[in-house]
């Protein structure tokens, strides 16, 4: 099954590893190279452990943008970031208490990343059946749906089909 929205900021991408499809929940962790194709798309490295971090860091993303902030600020507690100077060139470097952590840790940084740039564009699909969350980089800050093709046609057939109904 190929996953419906891709190219996110990387907080949204993990949070998007799990969606539904026709009423299925499908996990792109669940599948065989589900896990090291994600990471290598990020270009994040494959350390051993890193699946359940990533889980972890998946639901404390995910309860972040909904409010619960505590489960991301243990993750962040993780890690940090400093800055330092490589063959007299800036730098930072991230430093995780264990390397299984990196990949999650980076995941859950670039959340706070996307709030600290614009907090309103980062929103969940207008789908309530829908579980994807998107950046909105539209031009005029108007974007509804994780996909228009998917749910937005869905949401637009229902209330077609709803106005007919009503008028019979």
Request: with cysteine; glycine share 6%.
């Amino acid at each position: 099954m190929t996953r419906p929205l891709t190219g996110e900021p990387l907080a949204l991408d993990l949070v998007n590893t799990v969606w539904i499809d026709h009423g299925r929940r499908f996990d792109l962790f669940d599948e065989p190279d589900g896990l090291p194709n994600w990471l290598a798309e990020h270009d994040l490295p494959a350390a051993d452990g890193a699946l359940d971090p990533l889980l972890r860091t998946r639901d404390a993303v995910r309860a972040a943008l909904t409010g619960d902030e505590e489960p991301l600020n243990a993750v962040l507690a993780r890690g940090s970031r400093r800055p330092v100077l490589r063959d007299g060139e800036p730098a930072v470097e991230t430093l995780v208490d264990d390397p299984a952590w990196l990949p999650a840790w980076t995941a859950a940084a670039d959340l706070v990343r996307l709030y600290a740039q614009r907090p309103d564009r980062v929103r969940k699909c207008a789908n309530p059946e829908c579980v994807l969350w998107f950046h909105d980089v539209s031009k005029n800050g108007s974007r509804r749906w994780c996909s228009m093709e998917i749910c937005g046609n869905r949401a637009k057939t229902a209330r077609f089909q709803e106005t007919h109904r009503r008028r019979r």
